[in-house]
């Protein structure tokens, strides 16, 4: 499944290795990161979103993040 993240990176024609340097980590880690190996850190999401002009929880946030919270309270 291809992340948010990587839908908005190039859709503004940004390479990984751009978003590592914004970020300050070393493209392999940002690969990892984006491909959800590892996680981000919070400063790094706020860091990408508002490079990005989003919200953190448009990028970073799964698409039925809502629907799952409600399947979990109803159990």
Request: net charge positive; glycine share 6%.
């Amino acid at each position: 499944m291809q992340s948010k993240l990587a839908a908005i990176r190039r859709y503004h024609n940004k390479s990984q290795k751009e978003i590592a340097d914004l970020i300050g980590v070393d493209v392999r880690t940002y690969i990892n990161k984006e491909q959800g190996k590892t996680q981000f850190k919070a400063n790094e999401m706020f860091i990408i979103a508002k490079y990005f002009g989003k919200t953190i929880e448009e990028i970073f946030l799964p698409e039925n993040f809502e629907k799952l919270e409600v399947k979990e309270g109803v159990s």
